[in-house]
T-cell receptor, first 113, second 115 residues
């Protein structure tokens, strides 16, 4: 049973607009969340994180929002650029157990010029 | 350049054979991990190691084995006992015994196919 779910396998957005990628989780013990970005034939790279003591974390064009009551997090990319086209994974860990992250299945973002 | 290297990129295995996937890092990271990715699924943890000569089973360790004789190296053997080994395998590393706020550093993966 997947504890972290990304229900949209793909998303297409026009350049300059906002991209919103969603992630849901079932385990209420999760308290630390990461987003990774993956280009073809490369490994995932860390993008942004958020801990459960916050509901928002911002880094340049990337913002992650956490809604603990809904067990939902989202990644906003504003403005979207063609170079953002990649697969995005969310991951979660429980009680600071950084040795065990649970990953979603990924969302493939296509930003059209 | 520091990084994590997986080899080979593509690997074909006959049924009943054991194969070993290589993972080497020169980041001086303490912890190393093996994940498996199947289509439509997230990454699932196979094994991890926090220090040399020690490793722990992840969620799907059956049919796999690992060793950690050197800090830089964490090879994964897919044994004939693994019933469905065709998948994309990712190796990762992190400093200080676990991923910090910057997460893991991943290799570029090995795609294993059983023929």
């Amino acid at each position: 049973d997947q504890q972290v779910k990304q229900n949209s396998p793909s998303l297409s957005v026009q350049e300059g607009r906002i991209s919103i990628l969603n992630c849901d989780y079932t385990n209420s013990m999760f308290d630390y969340f990461l987003w990774y970005k993956k280009y073809p034939a490369e490994g995932p790279t860390f993008l942004i994180s958020i801990s459960s003591i916050k509901d928002k974390n911002e880094d340049g064009r990337f913002t992650v929002f956490l809604n603990k009551s809904a067990k939902h997090l989202s990644l906003h990319i504003v403005p979207s650029q063609p170079g953002d086209s990649a697969v995005y994974f969310c991951a979660a860990s429980a009680r600071g157990n950084f040795n065990k992250f649970y990953f979603g299945s990924g969302t493939k973002l296509n930003v059209k010029p | 350049d520091g990084g994590i290297t997986q080899s080979p990129k593509y690997l074909f295995r006959k049924e009943g054979q054991n194969v070993t996937l290589s993972c080497e890092q020169n980041l001086n990271h303490d912890a190393m991990y093996w994940y498996r990715q199947d289509p439509g699924q997230g990454l699932r943890l196979i094994y991890y190691s926090q220090i040399v000569n020690d490793f722990q089973k992840g969620d799907i360790a059956e049919g796999y084995s690992v060793s950690r004789e050197k800090k830089e190296s964490f090879p994964l053997t897919v044994t004939s006992a693994q019933k469905n080994p065709t998948a994309f395998y990712l190796c990762a590393s992190s400093a200080y015994g676990g991923a910090n706020s910057y997460g893991y550093t991943f290799g570029s993966g090995t795609r294993l196919t059983v023929v």
